[in-house]
């Protein structure tokens, strides 16, 4: 295995840090290594507490590394889409090129000259995501270098993010010890592992139901049109069934993932379990029948809340239905029950990766996946070396290694420049 082909995805989530390493080989991935550990400093998707956050982190880190028996050097960071906005963009240049041929100066021109717009103070630009390139005319290519041309236009979507929510983000993966490679938005990178492109032209809702939120992503024509968050997700159905049970948070967390069902009609009476009365050794026998009544009333809220955000955001009929993926996805019942509330087809997503075929690592495999393909057309450098032998060379501080990584990469995209400037 070459460190030049291998690439590391950080989802920072409310109940759960993930960690993939993934090998890229000829365009198809490995999933090589896993970590996860239990997230301690968020809350409904923000970092709440920066030192308990990095603690997560590390955590999470050395979990992967242990199972490459590699270190972890640098990473690419998956934001939720809390505090995000979408803005369409336009950019134009001329081939430069005496023979006409595009090249990735050129494509990295017409990017530059597209995020030339007015962006609030407080917000940053985080990415750019092209709809279609258009040569001398001809539009709806992909990808246009080699092509022979005069003019180059790219239509795309501008990605921009809270200053204040990114510089938390950044600083907790700094203080972890690791470096930010790119950026990528969770709600793009689920939708390339849980997406067909037939759905994503069809028109379609992808709803992620993490633990402290519920993230609802537009698909149209190809493209994300719009997303948006509700402060909702597993950690509320946890917390009705602590206070239903008069049980503890973490029993009730064993209990929702152990015998949680989410459609009370298909729930069974005599699966039994014991939880331990919250301020005293005694404990009660309870069935699943009474816990899914509490998780299908919640479950059933989100659901209709989602619902109601999707026609706010002005979609009324999605023809590719609906998509459910997140770590609340691993519980029985949760398709019926969103087959009942939404009254059209829906289906679960999961990462058909061996090591990762659960649906809470949607997110992290789509990192990986989205940040490739997306950094060929960009001319952005993921690699090398964002993993390192730990034998053979002992983690720096990042402080160093950062000037090593501007001097070896002239050409690095306004989120790498973002990153230095802010630590410098």
Known sequence: MSNGEVLVSLDIGTSEIKVIIGEVLKDSLNIIG??????????????????????????????AEHMVDMSIDRVIVAVNGNHVQLHSCHGVVAVQSEDREIGDEDVARVLDGAQVMSIPPEREIIDVIPKQFIVDGLDEITDPRGMIGVRLEMEGTII???????????????????????????????????????????????????????????????HLLATSVIPLGGDNITKDISIGLRTTTEEAEDIKLNYGHAYFESALEDETFEATIIGSNHKEIYNQLQISDMIEARLEEIFELTEK??????????????????????????????????????????????????????????????????????????????????????????????????????????VANFFKSFFE
Do not use: W
């Not at 010890?177 to 809702?205: F, H, K």
């Open 160 to 222: 921009t993010c809270s200053k204040t929510v990114l510089h938390n983000i950044l600083k907790c993966v700094e203080r972890a010890n690791l470096n930010i490679t790119d950026i990528c938005l969770q709600p793009i990178a689920a939708g390339s592992v849980a997406l067909s492109r037939d759905e994503r032209n069809l028109g379609v809702a992808l709803i992620d139901i993490g633990g402290g939120c519920t993230t609802i992503s537009i698909y149209e024509n190809d």
């Open 309 to 414: 955000e999707i026609n706010r955001l002005g979609f009324h009929d999605l023809r590719g239905g609906y998509v459910l993926t997140g770590g609340t996805m691993k519980m029985q019942g949760v398709l019926e029950l969103a087959q009942d509330v939404f009254k059209s087809n829906a289906r679960i997503a999961i990462p058909d990766y061996i090591g990762v075929r659960e649906p809470q690592y949607t997110v992290g495999v789509g990192t990986i996946q989205f940040a490739y393909r997306n950094a060929k057309i960009q001319g952005k450098d993921l690699f090398p070396s964002l993993i390192v032998n730990e034998q053979q060379i002992p983690k720096q501080r990042k402080s160093n290694k950062q000037q090593q990584i501007a001097d070896e990469e002239p050409k690095q995209s306004k």
């Open 34 to 63: 896993v970590g996860t550990a239990k997230s301690q400093g968020m809350r409904k998707g923000a970092i709440v507490d920066i030192d308990e956050t990095v603690h997560s982190i590390k955590n999470a880190i050395e979990q």
